[in-house]
């Protein structure tokens, strides 16, 4: 990751221990570093290029709580 990238992502970073949302790290795209949030009612995942370019999706939950038959149908739809 360039400096560009490295100083964008650490800034990010820095913003997220400031506000104490609790975030994650992972590779899933090349030459990019995926922060992982997850906040009341929503997820985020952004990415954060080498380039200092960001991606920055949002998952909305309707609020509706499903039960464990829900997750058993989930499981077995997502399963191989």
Known sequence: ???NGS???FDILREFTAAQISFSLSITREGAVTIS????GERWEI???ESGDVDFE????DGTIHNE????ERLTRFRD
């Open 1 to 3: 990751m360039t400096s």
């Open 7 to 9: 100083s964008k992502l």
């Open 69 to 72: 038959v829900s997750l058993k």
């Open 37 to 40: 949030a997850a906040v009341p």
């Open 58 to 61: 949002v998952f909305q939950s």
């Open 47 to 49: 990415d954060v290029f």
